[in-house]
């Protein structure tokens, strides 16, 4: 166990932090935003349509969460939040929502197809989106979603099962392909993402 110093009294120690998440607090407000406009990415949704991100959502604001589909806990809760966003505001209006797998060996268009079904988001403005996996793992890199198998298992007839640690988060991007905010997927709050779109 480390004494506290006599050079060093608790308060001092508190100051420094306060001192030091005000520093990083600052830093972390970019002044210029992040702007997914540099690179194009070339999807596929759940009726099996070719979409460019971020080409056509340009024009109104995009929630977008990540997802897999045989995720066992926070993914439901990813996308039950960006669902009740939809449901919640007064005036949904031009805003896009949509969902984007980071397991594209197993979430196909078709299963993306049932998954969207069982949350009642099957239909507009709703999309849920996959592609090859070089491509993914190229999406995922630029809005820093980090994945990582955490279970495998191989069943006797050669199928292997997985589970994946990764990031828990919804973009808000607006018209102009800008991030506004990132959040906690599953644990932020539907009014504070609607107020935050009331806001564009």
């Known amino acids: 166990m480390i004494k506290q110093s006599k050079l060093f009294p608790r308060w001092l120690g508190l100051i420094t932090i306060i001192g030091f998440l005000f520093v ?11 702007d997914f406009s540099d690179r194009s990415f070339e999807l596929t949704n759940q009726n099996g349509e070719e ?48 969902l984007v797998t980071f397991d594209p060996q197993r979430d196909s268009p078709e299963v993306l197809k049932k998954y969207a079904k069982a949350f009642e988001m099957d239909h507009e403005p709703f999309q849920f989106l996959t592609a090859d996996s070089s491509t993914i793992a190229s999406f995922m890199d630029r809005v820093s979603v980090r994945i990582q198998e955490s279970y495998s298992e191989e069943s006797e007839d050669g199928e292997r099962m997985y589970f994946l640690n990764h990031s828990d988060k919804i973009l808000l991007i607006n018209e102009n392909s800008e991030l506004i ?16 779109l009331n806001k564009l």
């Open 51 to 98: 979409v460019t991100f971020p080409d056509d959502f340009e024009g109104a604001p995009l929630v977008m969460g990540f997802i897999y589909t045989n995720c066992p806990d926070i993914c439901s809760f990813i996308t039950a939040n960006v669902h009740d966003v939809y449901q919640q505001m007064e005036n949904p209006g031009d805003v896009q929502f949509a």
């Open 24 to 34: 990083t607090t600052i830093s972390c407000g970019n002044e210029t935003l992040d």
């Open 181 to 196: 905010f990132d959040y906690g997927g599953s644990m932020t709050p539907v009014n504070i993402i609607i107020e935050d």
